[in-house]
């Protein structure tokens, strides 16, 4: 029968991480094999999960999709394939088109990161990209995953004239490869 909606819900974010960590990071943990543009097959995900301990179900898979926060993850048309919409270690082309991003964009981070920041930019890190919001409200809510949040504002128009490229991730966030240190302003810092 159906446990509780709590119940469920702890699955879905268990399932969730799962898919994080096979489509995002280490798909070879379980012997999944992504194509090029990081697509991994519904069916031999739930086979080789079950091989390894995580029961997933066609469901549970979907309804991560439908559910998670920022749209992590899409199926495809043909509704047999799945992969995670970015934040990948591994190297994958996502298919992004380069954008043309807003004149501002933001990045939130924690006030321990500043002096790292200050000294080299922004830059990827475990990812393939650095990530900047469109608006504060949200720069501020990543931030407050890394401490005490502080909002930088983001040259993006300078950036892409002078040759830097854009992407623009199904879930509205920016993506751009680094951001060197003089299209940063630090200005409310003490925020």
């Known amino acids: 029968g159906r446990g509780g909606r709590k119940a469920m819900t702890q699955d879905l974010v268990r399932v969730s991480k799962f898919m994080s960590l096979v489509l995002r990071h280490k798909p070879e943990e379980i012997g999944l094999v992504l194509d090029g543009q990081g697509w991994g097959s519904i069916d031999e995900l739930i086979e080789k999960s079950g091989r390894h301990g995580m029961a997933l179900t066609r469901e549970a898979i979907a309804e991560v999709v439908e559910t998670s926060d920022k749209q992590r993850f899409a199926i495809d048309e043909s509704g047999r394939r799945v992969r995670a919409n970015q934040g990948h270690s591994v190297d994958i082309d996502l298919g992004l088109t380069p954008s043309e991003p807003p004149p501002i964009l933001f990045h939130g981070t924690g006030e321990k990161s500043i002096p790292a920041i200050r000294a080299e930019g922004l830059r ?68």
């Open 124 to 191: 990827a890190g475990q990812r393939q990209h650095v990530h900047l919001s469109p608006d504060e409200d949200t720069a501020i809510r990543v931030g407050r995953r890394h401490g005490r949040p502080v909002v930088l504002r983001i040259a993006a128009g300078r950036m892409r004239e002078s040759g830097h490229v854009f992407f623009y991730s199904t879930n509205g966030v920016w993506l751009t490869e680094a951001v060197p240190v003089q299209f940063i302003e630090f200005a409310n810092e003490k925020a």
